[in-house]
């Protein structure tokens, strides 16, 4: 060989890193002596394997069409869980209805919450189901969803966003506080990828309000995110929910106890009622 001293062997330790029973196996096999050892591999075919592997793996898949489940002709199993289970108001959850933010479906009758763009097109879709028959209620996305949006509430003449991790959260606070105006967006997970996308869409926001889980999770996605978009030149503020672990569970809370209290005062109305009859 031109500009190399030695044998072929030679050739193949110097220049294609292998070793002396290497080159042997390598020269018997390309000359059609198939030798075969179980216990070694040479690096050539070894290095040409895992490049092989490491570009199909890498390989992109082509990404599915995201369509939306086929609504239900009616949402009484949606209402039902709405407003018995997580003790949102008839008002609040109509008014969402009334704006294509979310439907049931005809199949398992689960609820989606959908994630519109700037435009009104949805991009984004989860799942929750009504049901719960297995100790634990379904939970998921829409295929090939596109998770840098999410559930959101929009507003452009408004400069605040109130973010929270779960639609139903977002729903609670807005109902619990009869919050019509803020721009509001359900990440859907402690991610901020969605409020990224959200603030490239609003260049008119200058406060940032994080209304995370009041959990471990929910606590350091808080200090994180303050951190961040405060430095992208964003007010922040983070406010946790004043008792529960996230704003339904407060909200929850607060409707029972008003049912109570409201049982409470008819129950002493009436008892005045029969004593000063008695009387």
């Known amino acids: 060989m031109e500009g190399h001293n030695g044998d072929t062997i030679e050739f193949l330790k110097q220049f294609c890193g292998m070793d002396f029973r290497g080159s042997v196996i390598y020269l018997l096999n390309e000359a059609g002596y198939r030798y075969e050892d179980k216990e070694f591999e040479s690096d050539t075919y070894r290095k040409r394997h895992e490049c092989r592997k490491a570009e199909q793996e890498t390989e992109p898949e082509e ?21 018995k289970t997580r003790c949102l108001s008839k008002a609040v959850v109509d008014w969402f209805v009334k704006k294509k933010l979310i439907y049931e479906t005809r199949r398992y009758h689960n609820v989606v919450f959908i994630g519109r763009d700037s435009f009104g097109t949805a991009r984004f879709a989860s799942m ?12 998921g996305d829409v295929d090939n969803n596109d998770k840098t949006y999410g559930f959101n509430v929009r507003n452009r003449r408004n400069k605040e966003v109130k973010v929270f991790e779960a639609a139903i959260d977002l729903m609670s606070y807005m109902d619990y506080k009869r919050d019509g105006q803020s721009n509001k967006l359900a990440l ?29 999770a929910g606590r350091k996605a808080a200090a994180a995110c303050r951190k961040k978009y405060r430095e992208m030149g964003y007010r922040v503020k983070v406010r946790f929910p004043p008792h529960g672990k996230d704003w339904n569970e407060f909200l929850v809370t607060e409707r029972k106890k008003a049912t109570v209290q409201y049982l409470d005062r008819s129950r002493n109305v009436v008892r005045k009622q029969a004593i000063g009859k008695i009387q």
């Open 128 to 139: 929750r189901g009504t049901v719960d028959n297995y100790g634990k209620p379904f939970k």
């Open 188 to 216: 859907g997970t402690t991610w901020d990828g969605a409020l990224d996308r959200f603030l490239l869409e609003n260049p008119q926001i200058k406060l940032v309000s994080l209304y995370f889980d009041n959990d471990k």
């Open 63 to 83: 990404k599915g069409e995201f369509v939306l489940p086929e609504a239900n002709d009616n949402y009484r199993r949606l209402y039902a869980y709405l407003l």
